[in-house]
């Protein structure tokens, strides 16, 4: 495995020896979680911090809460299902499962598009005086988007049998 960080001859690389292993889904699912919690705490902040309807339109929660289900659709199918390795009952099968992936990675895909929309939209052309709830709304899908890549590309699926 190549160094991760090139060192000094007399140095050791930081990531030589430093397998994740046992602890890669631990890992991702932290990492996941966190960026979860981070962007629902932006729109949170948000919505406190603007509670009228004037300075933050409300029907902005939308994307967010889009991002979320979206994310439960993508992660709720395995590797194994969408290949046909281990799905090969239920009503559609393997093309169900994979019908599934495309409709959540959608949703995701256009939560995080209408978060610009919102964004630029709103916030930006318009001139408006006060923007964190525009950017609050973009990182909240961006961080929710992220997590949901981590989340479904970070485990390893081996030890599901």
């Known amino acids: 495995m190549p160094a991760c960080i090139p060192?000094?001859?007399?140095?050791p690389a930081l990531c030589e020896n430093?397998?994740?292993?046992?602890?890669?889904n631990f890992i991702a699912s932290v990492v996941s979680g966190t960026l979860f919690a981070v962007g629902w705490w932006c729109i949170i902040d948000a919505a406190?911090?603007?509670?009228?309807?004037?300075?933050?339109n409300h029907a902005y929660h939308v994307c967010?809460?889009?991002?979320?289900?979206?994310?439960?659709?993508?992660?709720s199918v395995s590797n194994g299902q969408v290949r046909g390795d281990m799905y090969t009952d239920g009503c559609m099968?393997?093309?169900g499962a994979r019908i599934w992936l495309f409709l959540g990675l959608m949703l995701?895909?256009?939560?995080?598009?209408?978060?610009?929309w919102i964004l630029f939209g709103g916030y930006v052309i318009p001139k408006s005086a006060f923007f964190w709830p525009g950017?609050?709304?973009?990182?909240?899908?961006m961080f929710i988007f992220f997590s949901s890549v981590i989340y479904k590309i970070g485990r390893s699926e081996d030890n599901w049998g």
């Not at 967010?64 to 992660?75: D, H, L, P, S, Y």
């Open 135 to 141: 950017v609050a709304v973009f990182l909240q899908n």
């Open 7 to 11: 060192m000094p001859d007399n140095m």
């Open 93 to 95: 099968g393997p093309l």
């Open 64 to 75: 967010g809460v889009i991002a979320t289900i979206a994310m439960f659709m993508v992660n």
């Open 108 to 116: 995701s895909f256009g939560s995080l598009i209408a978060a610009c």
């Open 48 to 56: 406190t911090q603007y509670p009228s309807n004037d300075q933050f």
């Open 18 to 24: 430093w397998d994740a292993g046992e602890r890669r």
